[in-house]
């Protein structure tokens, strides 16, 4: 038994000083604060300047902070990626299950998730996060994450249909309509995109 050890033969070492959880939780909540502050500033750096701009210094001068804390929360760039796409999924992935869950209207759902993007509050942030699922192309380690939008919109089809064509057909048709907000001048009408998935899985 060494001298860290309990007197009663144990061997469970005795607890630390009062506060002493309380304090880890604190860095712990502040740690967890600074790694989303970074995420979220990533987003905002390629909502302007596109991946190509993420660097840790950009990151750090656009969150407000050091660079050398970019570094200590993403070592690579890669990994800042990878936890900035993830972020973004979850966070949308979510948002749809919450809605479409329910068990009414929710290809309705699905389909103002998916124009959601052409609202002038929302276009910034889902042009950043479409760019970075295009960029998971070149970047084997962000395609996990990528897929999980599609796999999302083949889950609610499935709800619609059992036929694969169908199901492949209108996540297809969910990625054009994105893209399609993304580029035209005027906002696709949740109408419209319901419409174009509603034909793809034959529910006219």
């Known amino acids: 038994m060494t001298s860290q050890d309990s007197q009663d033969g144990t061997g469970v070492r005795p607890a630390g000083p009062e506060g002493t959880d309380a304090k880890e939780d604190g860095r712990r909540a502040r740690g967890e604060r600074r790694r989303a502050a970074i995420i979220d500033a990533t987003l905002r750096v390629i909502e302007r300047d596109g991946p190509a701009g993420v660097t840790h210094r950009a990151v750090a001068a656009e969150a407000g902070i050091p660079a050398s804390s970019a570094v200590y929360y993403f070592a690579t760039i890669d990994e800042l990626l990878v936890a900035t796409l993830t972020e973004a999924a979850d966070a949308y992935v ?46 084997p380690s962000l395609r996990a994450q990528a897929r999980r939008w599609m796999d999302l919109v083949a889950e609610v089809a499935r709800r619609h249909t059992d036929d694969p064509v169908a199901v492949r057909t209108a996540g297809a048709a969910a990625d054009g309509l994105c893209l399609e907000a993304l580029l035209d001048d005027r906002d696709v009408e949740p109408g419209e995109a319901r419409a174009v998935l509603a034909h793809a899985l034959g529910l006219e």
């Not at 959601?116 to 889902?126: I, L």
């Open 94 to 139: 979510r948002r749809v299950r919450e809605a479409t869950e329910t068990g009414d209207g929710n290809l309705d759902t699905l389909a103002e998730a998916i124009i959601g993007g052409g609202s002038p509050e929302q276009r910034g942030r889902c042009l950043a996060e479409y760019e970075l699922t295009l960029l998971a192309v070149r970047r």
